[in-house]
């Protein structure tokens, strides 16, 4: 469970007074605290059926009474969606990809989320990098399509993140800045509690060059203060943050001991049920 940097020094602020020996604790209270959240996204994998369901049995397996306390997700292609939740058996969740913000007509190779939602798919990812940049998907569909899974009654986890060039020019907090309030543009306060954030600079996605433990959690920081301009203190402070780019059963510990880092969006190594199964088990 986790407080943000800022609650955390004021809440500190507030009793030190009274209390010194406070400072420095990690200690939470249920106001705000978040439960972490650990995610794969297979992506275009695996190539079958069996695969797939022998991959989602394998991980659901590593799920123990001695995990952490925290959401576990795997965001599978639409046709293993049904399979995959026959194959973890209520143990995690299973989402899809993305979702067309249409509800019917002619978009053809389109999933609506009411299509999603009848079978049972709860959650779906928006604004991957890898729709922005290979399927040109622009920050108002993203809009479009966190807007219907929310209006479907699904939650979303909303995806930013910067270039290599944009991080290079130390843009990375204004970029995710814009992408944040261009996807959240419309959704309410009440309706955050469906939505989930994950930091994903593109420069870390698949490339093995995982950010530092202190870049993410300066940039997690900084869409915190995002959320708390665009909504409030109390939202930003529930709001939770995941990275994902490049993370491994190396890198999470470390990553998952920041306070403002709440979980990991893992792409490649949610393929490897060991590598994925420590992820879960992370310990910070
Ligand atoms: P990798 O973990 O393979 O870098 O992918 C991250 C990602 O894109 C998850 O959505």
């Not at 209390?19 to 400072?23: D, N, T």
């Not at 794969?40 to 992506?43: L, V």
């Not at 204004?174 to 309030?181: D, G, H, K, M, P």
């Not at 996605?205 to 995982?210: D, L, N, P, S």
């Given at each position: 469970m ?5 609650t955390?020094?004021?809440?500190l ?5 009274f ?5 420095g604790?990690r ?12 995610s794969?996204?297979?992506?275009l ?9 022998s ?8 799920i123990t009474?001695?995990s952490p ?6 965001f599978?292609?639409y046709v293993f969606?049904e399979?995959?939740?026959g194959?973890v ?9 993305g979702v067309c ?11 609506s ?11 779906a990812?928006?604004?991957?990098s ?9 920050d108002?569909?993203i809009?479009a399509?966190c807007?219907?899974?929310?209006g ?5 986890m ?9 991080y290079?020019?130390n843009?990375?907090g ?8 261009k ?13 989930v954030i994950?930091?994903?600079p593109v420069w870390a ?6 950010a ?6 300066s ?7 995002i959320?708390a ?6 939202t ?5 943050i995941l990275?994902g780019g ?8 470390e990553?998952?001991g920041q306070?403002?880092?709440?979980g990991a ?6 393929l ?7 992820i879960?088990?992370?310990?910070a």
């Open positions: 986790k407080l943000s940097a800022v955390l020094l004021s809440i602020g507030s009793v030190s007074a209390a010194p020996s406070l400072i604790s200690a939470s209270t249920h106001l705000d605290a978040r439960k972490p959240f650990i794969g996204n297979w992506k994998n695996p190539q079958t059926r069996e695969e797939a369901v991959l989602a049995t394998d991980i659901a397996g590593k009474d001695s306390d925290a959401d576990v997700a795997l599978v292609p969606l399979s995959a939740m194959a058996d209520s143990k995690l969740m299973v989402g899809a990809e913000p249409e509800v019917k007509g002619a978009f053809t190779g389109a999933v989320t009411s299509m999603l939602d009848s079978v049972g798919v709860q959650w990812l928006a604004g991957h890898e729709r922005r940049m290979i399927f040109g998907e622009t108002d569909l809009n399509q807007l219907k899974i929310i479907q009654g699904m939650s979303v909303l995806c930013i993140g910067e270039s290599e060039s944009e290079e020019q843009l990375a204004n970029v995710c800045a814009i992408q944040l309030r996807g959240l543009n419309g959704i309410s306060k009440e309706q955050m509690d469906r939505v994950a930091y994903e996605i698949g490339t093995g060059k995982v530092t433990p202190e870049t993410a959690q940039v997690h920081a900084s869409c915190r203060a959320l301009e665009m909504y409030d203190q109390e930003a402070d529930a709001t939770r990275y490049s993370v491994t059963p190396e890198s999470v510990d990553l998952m306070p403002d880092i709440d969006l893992v792409g490649g190594a949610s490897d049920c060991e590598k994925f199964g420590r879960i088990n992370f310990q």
